[in-house]
């Protein structure tokens, strides 16, 4: 059982697992979307939505403890002017996984990860539940008179369907007993 262990070791000696997650970091922040195998993405995005808090504080420790991360002046910069502005209002959650197959050479489980698009808000955005039922808005419209006679017309055409289906099935038996 794996109780208790902190990180995945993806099969790595430490500094070699360190310059990979670094390197898939830097590549994320880079482009803001990346695919790698389902282990490593699930890896990356602890330590990238970690990057995007960080960038939140925009303090000068903040700022040196994200240089340590990534070894990067340009993805360290990013972090602070641009990746950390589109997620002020969000309180966690910035990546998304997003499984595309198997990989053909070795059939490893192979995923997208990226960065979630910025937040638009609309002028005219959907009303809340509570706001529709204290309007009248969200209750459905009481039925036409008209609707029992149309549920009646679909019940005969299914019965004239029926008969059909048992003759089908007789010609079939006729067939196969000549």
């Known amino acids: 059982m794996r109780h208790a262990i902190d990180h995945r070791k993806l099969r790595r000696n430490p500094s070699h697992r360190k310059a990979l997650l670094r390197n898939l970091m830097n590549s994320l922040v880079r482009a803001e979307r990346i695919e790698t195998t389902v282990a490593k993405a699930k890896e990356i995005r602890r330590l990238a939505d970690r990057l995007i808090t960080l960038g939140k504080r925009a303090t000068m420790h903040a700022r040196r403890q994200v240089f340590s991360m990534l070894s990067d002046k340009k993805t360290t910069e990013k972090i602070f002017s641009g990746l950390a502005g589109r997620f002020a209002e969000r309180a966690g959650g910035y990546t ?31 009303k809340t539940k509570k706001k529709r039922a204290a309007t009248g808005k969200g209750k459905a419209p009481a039925p036409p008179a008209g ?32």
């Open 96 to 126: 998304r996984i997003v499984r595309t197959g198997f990989r053909m050479g070795d059939g490893a489980e192979m995923a997208i990860l990226e960065y979630l698009p910025a937040e638009e808000k609309k002028a005219g955005a959907k």
């Open 147 to 178: 609707k029992k006679e149309a549920g009646r017309a679909k019940t005969g055409k299914q019965e004239e369907k029926a008969p059909r289906k048992r003759a089908a099935k007789k010609d079939k038996g006729e067939e196969k007993n000549p």
